[in-house]
């Protein structure tokens, strides 16, 4: 019992702690649709299930413990949120959206890739890497039965799509979404600038050790 509520207190304190998953989730319910946020958060969820499976499977350690492969996966990651937010800042008014017909945007990303940003934003997060291989290592004991250990990990995972799906919920109301439309260059532009700063500080720590 006291292990998982160790778990569940840790996670949510990791889930809800800002970063590149709340910027990106943030951007895609404000200037996209709340389809294309909770799809974001969909793919969030998608992507810790990649770090739960190879730290279950013991890669997990082994990443943490080689600097250079843990730096890989932190420069990868850095690559990635660069080029989002490049993408972001590049934006002009024409490309932000095209008109419905109705005075509305019409959603910049396929379902597809509202999923697809989400699950690579956080599967290449070493964020996220280190939070789950340091959960199961320091604080889920060796002898727990594997069949719990799946428990927590799908816990973890939902507890991302969650509060993701929630975040994408508030910032995607009606109020909230019609003051922010008659900006949403300027808002692309400061998650553009949010998502880069992410990146660039991970590409720094990882070529300064």
């Known amino acids: 019992?006291?292990?998982?509520?160790?778990?569940i207190t840790i996670t949510m304190l990791a889930v809800i702690s800002p970063g590149p998953d709340f910027a990106l989730v943030s951007r895609n319910s404000l200037l996209l649709s709340r389809r294309a946020g909770v799809?974001?958060?969909?793919?969030?969820?998608?992507?810790?299930?990649?770090?739960?499976?190879?730290?279950?499977?013991?890669?997990?350690?082994?990443?943490?413990?080689?600097?250079?492969?843990?730096?890989?996966?932190?420069?990868?990651g850095a690559a990635y949120l660069i080029w989002l937010g490049i993408?972001?800042?590049?934006?002009?008014?024409?490309?932000?959206?095209?008109?419905?017909?109705?005075?509305?945007?019409?959603?910049?990303?396929?379902?597809?890739g509202a999923f697809r940003a989400g699950?690579?934003?956080?599967?290449?997060?070493?964020?996220t890497?280190?939070?789950?291989?340091?959960?199961f290592m320091q604080v889920v004991q060796p002898g727990t039965p594997l069949a719990v250990q799946l428990g927590y990990g799908a816990f973890i995972s939902l507890a991302h799509l969650l509060w993701f799906s929630l975040v994408a919920l508030l910032f995607s109301a009606g109020p909230v979404r019609s003051r922010m439309?008659?900006?949403?260059?300027?808002?692309?532009?400061?998650?553009?600038?949010?998502?880069t700063g992410f990146g660039a500080l991970l590409a720094s720590a990882s070529l300064s050790r």
């Open 39 to 76: 799809l974001t958060a969909v793919g969030i969820g998608a992507g810790v299930l990649v770090h739960l499976t190879y730290t279950l499977l013991g890669v997990g350690l082994l990443m943490t413990q080689s600097i250079w492969l843990f730096n890989l996966l932190k420069l990868a």
């Open 181 to 195: 439309m008659a900006l949403r260059h300027w808002v692309d532009r400061v998650f553009g600038v949010l998502l």
């Open 87 to 112: 993408r972001m800042l590049k934006s002009t008014p024409l490309d932000d959206g095209k008109n419905d017909g109705n005075g509305g945007a019409a959603a910049a990303l396929s379902d597809l």
């Open 119 to 127: 699950f690579l934003t956080n599967a290449l997060n070493p964020k």
């Open 1 to 7: 019992m006291t292990e998982m509520i160790a778990v």
């Open 129 to 135: 890497t280190v939070f789950i291989v340091s959960l």
